[in-house]
């Protein structure tokens, strides 16, 4: 059974960058056919997707977060990486990594995810 953890800082100041790892157990991350998502929920927002990596190590972002994001993987470890830069208060969410399959073009099911990190941006 698959379990994800998601680990990194709570606390990331404006302009900086912000990176979390998502590490995975009981499943290796090149297995066909699954995508590896990072998933924020804010309570402005709601859940937004933010973009994920998938078993051949293709990532997809989302467009109005692409110019800022980077998700990479180590699949030595199992484990992805999430990097968000220059970012502002409004990224402030509980971030979620997730394990989906693809459905369709940018629609995916997820399910399993790991228990979410808060991360806040202030000075």
């Known amino acids: 059974q698959a379990q994800l953890q998601e680990s990194g800082p709570g606390l990331v100041k404006p302009s900086q960058t912000l990176s979390l790892t998502c590490t995975v157990s009981?499943?290796?991350?090149?297995?066909?056919?699954?995508?590896w998502n990072w998933i924020r929920q804010s309570p402005d927002k709601g859940l937004e997707w933010v973009g994920n990596?998938?078993?051949?190590?293709?990532?997809h972002y989302s467009p109005s977060l692409k110019s800022r994001t980077s998700i990479s993987r180590d699949t030595s470890k199992d484990l992805f990486t999430l990097q968000l830069s220059s970012v502002i208060p409004e990224d402030t969410a509980v971030y979620y990594c997730?394990?989906?399959?693809?459905?369709?073009?940018?629609?995916?099911?997820?399910?399993?995810w790991g228990q979410g990190i808060q991360v806040t941006v202030s000075s």
């Open positions: 997730a394990r989906g399959t693809r459905l369709g073009p940018g629609q995916y099911e997820y399910d399993t």
């Open positions: 009981g499943v290796v991350i090149t297995r066909h056919y699954y995508y």
């Open positions: 990596i998938n078993y051949d190590g293709n990532t």
